[in-house]
């Protein structure tokens, strides 16, 4: 995530701050308990005391990691889509009344969120970085229609990912206010 750091803002700050962002906004959503799951070390000082924090390896598949989370139905979102409108975390809960998994696809590859029945169905393996997920978990299913596509959005992985961050959209505070500062 900090490789899109632009230049002069601190990759470190940078992660930080999309990664607190995207907890946020979660943490905004009515009926839906956050969960941090993370590998970096001191991310848990951006999350509400008794948030359940679940650190994992940087090499730990996605389908573990589901696996590991509380609940009947889960959501991940990617830590570097700091700007995902709440609203499309709804539309991904939503498409779980007809699929057993739902994505939010990005334009240029990967997936800014994943939502889910648990435990996952044991032929999904899931990959937010595939280039293109659906289509992937699509053939995984035994039935295409037990993978939804929500509307999508983009993740921050490169500098000029910055450039489709909307300054009039709501959220994205610390990620604006780094940015602002350079």
Same mark, same amino acid.
């Given at each position: 995530m900090? *490789?899109?750091a632009p230049d002069? %803002? =601190?990759?470190e700050e940078f992660r930080a701050a999309m990664a607190e962002d995207t907890y946020e906004m979660v943490a905004a959503l009515d009926l839906v308990t956050p969960v941090l799951v993370t590998s970096v070390p001191g991310l848990e000082d951006i999350v509400w005391p008794g948030t359940d &924090? &679940?650190?994992i390896n940087d090499d730990e598949p996605l389908k573990s990691i589901i696996n590991r989370l509380p609940g009947d139905q889960a959501a991940v979102i990617a @830590?570097?889509?700091? =700007? +995902?409108p709440p609203l499309l975390v709804g539309? $991904?809960?939503r498409e779980l009344g007809r699929a057993q998994i739902a994505l939010s696809p990005c334009e240029y590859g990967g997936a800014a969120a994943l939502a889910c029945h648990l435990p996952l169905?044991?032929?999904?393996? !899931? =990959? $937010?970085d595939a280039? =293109? !997920? %659906?289509?992937? +978990? *699509?053939?995984? @299913? !035994?039935?295409r229609r037990m993978v939804a596509a929500s509307p999508g959005w983009h993740r921050l992985r490169t500098r000029d990912d910055? +450039?489709?961050?909307d300054p009039g959209l709501e959220g994205w505070d610390n990620t604006r206010a780094l940015l602002g500062k350079y």
């Open positions: 900090g *490789r899109a002069g %803002v =601190d990759p &924090i &679940i650190p @830590a570097d889509a700091p =700007d +995902l539309k $991904l809960f169905p044991g032929w999904a393996a !899931p =990959d $937010l280039d =293109d !997920p %659906v289509a992937d +978990l *699509r053939a995984q @299913a !035994p039935g910055t +450039l489709r961050l």
